[in-house]
Every structure is written in structure tokens, then in C-alpha cells.
């Protein structure tokens, strides 16, 4: 099966999203470390885009930087990615700064995503939460994902979720 390669540009009403650029290392830098997994450099945040390029160009899904249309600031990404799931049906993601959790932006560019993933020509998208992520399995709710089954790792319980394209 072939795809159309992903968009490289969505409009929603409070956003563009746009892939990212160098230019986007030090705020993806200040978000990975968010994560309160260890410090992550400007320079290594250089190195992932890199690589988030790399893997556009060849793989025709990726993250898109979520840009609020008054300032250009940049509040996150959202992403198509293989992830636990397969390039056919890949999975949707998503991570905010968190100064810009709580005003339905995620919501927003995921929904924009989402649309687009379809455009490509997919028929099925999933989403794997963490029990504990209330905030991302609202979001996926909100989209009309539906609770797929629940499966283990070394971490926890991981909730798979599912969505069809509509008929
Ligand atoms: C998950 C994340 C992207 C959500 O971004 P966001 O822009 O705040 O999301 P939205 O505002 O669109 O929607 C969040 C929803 O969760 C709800 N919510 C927030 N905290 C909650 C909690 N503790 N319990 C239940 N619901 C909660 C909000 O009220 C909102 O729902 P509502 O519109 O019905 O009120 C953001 O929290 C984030 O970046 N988290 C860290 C990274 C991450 O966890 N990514 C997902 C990995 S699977």
C-alpha cells in the first residue's frame, strides 16, 4: 500500500503547524527535559530534528510544531509515528510545553492531524496512553478514539486506542 506523504502545513483557528526547524532546538530541548527523564541539550535537540527530518523525507509521516498563529511561538509538536503501532496504520502523538498545557491546543492540532493522516490515504490510526496520563486519554476521547485493549511493560499498563477513518 502507498500513502501521499503527510502535509507540511495545517491552518487550525488558533494555529499553524509547520515542520520543525533548527531554529526549534532550544524549546523542543526545554520540552524533552520536561519529561523529567534527564536533561536534554540544544545541541541534541539539533541531532532530533535531524533525525525527524530524515525520517519525514523517508518515511512520509513526522511531527508537525504546533505555532500559535498571533506570535509564531512555538507550544509542541504533533506526530504521526510508527511507535508501537506500524507505518500503515502509524500512531498519533502529541507533547505540549507546559506553560501551554490546558487551553485545548492539543486537541486542536491533533483533530487538524488527524484529518490529515486520513488525506494520505490511511483508513486506521492509533494512540498508546499510559493509565496514568488523564490529560492525553481525554484528548484522545475528545477525538473519538475508542479504547482498543490494554497490554503491560517494564513501565505499567499502556491503554491502545483506535480510530477509523469515517466512511
Ligand atoms: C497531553 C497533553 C498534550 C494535553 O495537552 P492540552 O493542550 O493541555 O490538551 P487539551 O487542553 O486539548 O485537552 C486536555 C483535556 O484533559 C483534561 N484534563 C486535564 N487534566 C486532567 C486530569 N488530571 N484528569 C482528567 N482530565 C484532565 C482537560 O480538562 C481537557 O479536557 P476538557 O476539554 O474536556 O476540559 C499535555 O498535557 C502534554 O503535553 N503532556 C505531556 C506529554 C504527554 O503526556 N503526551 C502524551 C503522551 S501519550
Not at 61 to 85: E, F, H, M, N, Q
Not at 125 to 146: A, D, I, M, Q, Y
Given at each position: 500500500?502507498?500513502?501521499?506523504?503527510?502535509?507540511?502545513?495545517?491552518?487550525?483557528?488558533?494555529?499553524?503547524?509547520?515542520p520543525q526547524v533548527p531554529d526549534d532546538a532550544p524549546w523542543l530541548a526545554e520540552l524533552f527535559t520536561?519529561r523529567?527523564t534527564g536533561t536534554v541539550t540544544v545541541e541534541a535537540a539539533v541531532e532530533r530534528i535531524a533525525t525527524m527530518t530524515r525520517t519525514r523525507r523517508d518515511?512520509?509521516?513526522g511531527a508537525?510544531?504546533?505555532?500559535?498563529?498571533?506570535?509564531?511561538?512555538?507550544?509542541?509538536y504533533?506526530?504521526?509515528?510508527?511507535?508501537?503501532?506500524?507505518?500503515?496504520?502509524?500512531?498519533?502523538?502529541?507533547?505540549?510545553?507546559?506553560?501551554?498545557?490546558?487551553?485545548?491546543?492539543?486537541?486542536?492540532?491533533?483533530?487538524?492531524?488527524?484529518?490529515?493522516?486520513?488525506?494520505?490515504?490511511?483508513?486506521?490510526?492509533?494512540?498508546?496512553?499510559?493509565?496514568?496520563?488523564?490529560?492525553?486519554?481525554?484528548?484522545?476521547?475528545?477525538?473519538?478514539?475508542?479504547?482498543?485493549?490494554?497490554?503491560?511493560?517494564?513501565?505499567?499498563?499502556?491503554?491502545?486506542?483506535?480510530?477509523?477513518?469515517?466512511?
Amino acid at each position: 500500500m502507498t500513502f501521499s506523504p503527510l502535509t507540511e502545513h495545517l491552518d487550525t483557528p488558533r494555529l499553524v503547524l509547520t515542520p520543525q526547524v533548527p531554529d526549534d532546538a532550544p524549546w523542543l530541548a526545554e520540552l524533552f527535559t520536561a519529561r523529567g527523564t534527564g536533561t536534554v541539550t540544544v545541541e541534541a535537540a539539533v541531532e532530533r530534528i535531524a533525525t525527524m527530518t530524515r525520517t519525514r523525507r523517508d518515511m512520509g509521516i513526522g511531527a508537525l510544531v504546533l505555532r500559535d498563529r498571533s506570535t509564531g511561538d512555538a507550544l509542541g509538536y504533533c506526530a504521526l509515528v510508527v511507535g508501537r503501532a506500524t507505518l500503515d496504520e502509524p500512531e498519533l502523538a502529541y507533547e505540549l510545553l507546559p506553560h501551554a498545557h490546558g487551553h485545548g491546543y492539543a486537541t486542536e492540532a491533533a483533530a487538524a492531524l488527524v484529518d490529515a493522516a486520513f488525506a494520505t490515504g490511511r483508513t486506521r490510526l492509533w494512540s498508546t496512553v499510559r493509565t496514568w496520563n488523564r490529560p492525553s486519554l481525554r484528548v484522545l476521547e475528545k477525538l473519538g478514539f475508542r479504547r482498543e485493549r490494554v497490554t503491560t511493560d517494564g513501565a505499567g499498563e499502556i491503554v491502545w486506542h483506535v480510530l477509523d477513518a469515517p466512511s
